[in-house]
């Protein structure tokens, strides 16, 4: 793992599959985009699951507020969506988790995901084939959302994910439609270096040592 201005980079390599996770929030837009990069170090073709995981709060705390989250899945484009109308000052917000390929799965189910006794450690969910697509108020809330993924011998690929929230449904759906667009992410990715660029080459320092020269 490391850190830049920013972002952070976490890097892991293991059973032929080298993966690098980029983080980072756009200085402009309530997001937080995660770029997978995954490379196929094998001489054989390669089906990769990866799935993104979020523990839904939308007011003080996670035990007061979930009971009121109202989830709901759209198709276009393909979004995961929840506010919480009992939240008197942002009943209107909406926040939502969408992803740049078709989903494979999904669900809004934290039972369904973790599974009764189950953790973040080793969620249920991922010991079994796909998610039940369960979108429904009332139950223990979060949002998970799977997607398949195929690597050639030697060739790489690349996915992401945005968690995001909005003032309203439309402003939610509106920025989930505008980051499916790769080139948006792109564009979110050099917007974040030139403000943090511009922020932190504000101020130089010259000291009478050259080589402590800022």
């Given at each position: 793992?490391?850190?830049?201005?920013?972002?952070?980079?976490?890097?892991?390599?293991?059973?032929?599959?080298?993966?690098?996770?980029?983080?980072?929030?756009?200085?402009?837009?309530?997001?937080?985009?995660l770029q997978l990069h995954l490379a196929n170090t094998w001489d054989r073709a390669r089906r990769i699951t990866a799935t993104y995981?979020?523990?839904?709060?939308?007011?003080?705390?996670?035990?007061?507020?979930?009971?009121?989250?109202?989830?709901?899945?759209?198709?276009?484009?393909?979004?995961?969506?929840?506010?919480?109308?009992?939240?008197?000052?942002?009943?209107?917000?909406?926040?939502?988790?969408?992803?740049?390929?078709?989903?494979?799965?999904?669900?809004?189910?934290?039972?369904?995901?973790?599974?009764?006794?189950?953790?973040?450690?080793?969620?249920?969910?991922?010991?079994?084939?796909?998610?039940?697509?369960?979108?429904?108020?009332?139950?223990?809330?979060?949002?998970?959302?799977?997607?398949?993924?195929?690597?050639?011998?030697?060739?790489?690929?690349?996915?992401?994910?945005?968690?995001?929230?909005?003032d309203d449904r439309d402003s939610a759906l509106a920025l989930a439609r505008r980051y499916q667009d790769p080139q948006q992410v792109?564009?979110?990715?050099?917007?974040?270096?030139?403000?943090?660029?511009?922020?932190?080459?504000?101020?130089?320092?010259?000291?009478?040592?050259?080589?402590?020269?800022?």
């Amino acid at each position: 793992m490391r850190h830049g201005a920013g972002y952070t980079i976490y890097e892991h390599h293991s059973h032929g599959l080298r993966q690098q996770l980029r983080v980072f929030t756009p200085p402009d837009a309530p997001l937080k985009i995660l770029q997978l990069h995954l490379a196929n170090t094998w001489d054989r073709a390669r089906r990769i699951t990866a799935t993104y995981y979020v523990e839904w709060v939308l007011g003080v705390s996670r035990d007061s507020s979930q009971q009121y989250l109202i989830p709901e899945f759209n198709s276009d484009p393909q979004a995961l969506l929840v506010r919480n109308p009992h939240n008197t000052e942002f009943s209107e917000r909406v926040a939502f988790v969408s992803a740049s390929n078709p989903l494979h799965g999904l669900t809004a189910d934290r039972t369904e995901f973790l599974g009764r006794l189950g953790s973040l450690v080793e969620p249920a969910a991922l010991k079994r084939i796909g998610l039940a697509g369960i979108v429904e108020a009332g139950l223990d809330p979060c949002a998970a959302l799977q997607l398949h993924i195929d690597i050639q011998p030697g060739a790489s690929e690349q996915i992401y994910f945005v968690l995001g929230q909005a003032d309203d449904r439309d402003s939610a759906l509106a920025l989930a439609r505008r980051y499916q667009d790769p080139q948006q992410v792109q564009n979110a990715w050099e917007s974040n270096n030139r403000f943090w660029n511009d922020l932190l080459g504000a101020v130089q320092v010259q000291t009478p040592e050259p080589t402590s020269t800022c």
